[in-house]
């Protein structure tokens, strides 16, 4: 089932890795990948072009259906491998309607209501993930903070971390007086 999946993305995209996040808690190992260069610009090599005619990563294939969306493309997973891995979209009507709140309200992270692991935080970690990275204060967001600490340990992130930050660890600290 993973072998007919293929995901063209690039080392620490937000989108990118909200994909791969959802790909590991729907425990669908296995896909076709392949990591680009935007420094390159191997976004828009005719492998991308093939799969989405922006040239803009991510790039997701299933068969004949294609999704170049990262929201698009989770919902896509979630769907279509509903028994698979772990249920990204709860039940309960009023659970749905926290999540996709989370989901589109970007000032709501701030507010981790629940513990459990859904679209939301497939969805948000990356964006948050990025802010640290770029230098953002755990001390002075520290509800921000304690999210992005309890989440990187999650075994879906970290098979999804991107790698030139594991090379890397350092990050930048264009964000720090924010």
């Not at 919902?75 to 309607?97: D, H, M, R, T, V």
């Not at 589109?104 to 990275?133: I, N």
């Not at 990187?152 to 930048?172: M, T």
């Amino acid at each position: 089932m993973a072998q007919d999946i293929t995901l063209l993305w690039g080392s620490g995209s937000p989108p990118c890795w909200r994909v791969q996040i959802a790909l590991e808690e729907k425990n669908l190992q296995g896909y076709n990948q392949k990591l680009l260069s935007f420094e390159k610009m191997e976004h828009k090599s005719q492998d991308v072009l093939d799969i989405n005619a922006r040239g803009q990563l991510p790039s997701f294939k299933h068969g004949d259906v294609i999704v170049n969306e990262s929201y698009a493309a989770c919902f896509y997973l979630e769907s279509q491998f509903k028994s698979e891995g772990n249920k990204l979209i709860p039940e309960s009507p009023a659970e749905q309607a926290l999540m996709y709140q989370r989901m589109f309200e970007g000032l709501t992270f701030y507010e981790k209501l629940r513990p459990f692991f859904s679209l939301a935080d497939v969805t948000v970690f990356p964006t948050v993930a990025t802010l640290f990275r770029f230098g953002l204060s755990a001390e002075r967001y520290p509800n921000l903070g304690e999210y992005y600490a309890l989440l990187k340990e999650r075994p879906s992130i970290k098979a999804s971390w991107p790698p030139h930050w594991l090379e890397n660890p350092k990050g930048q600290d264009t964000l720090k007086d924010i």
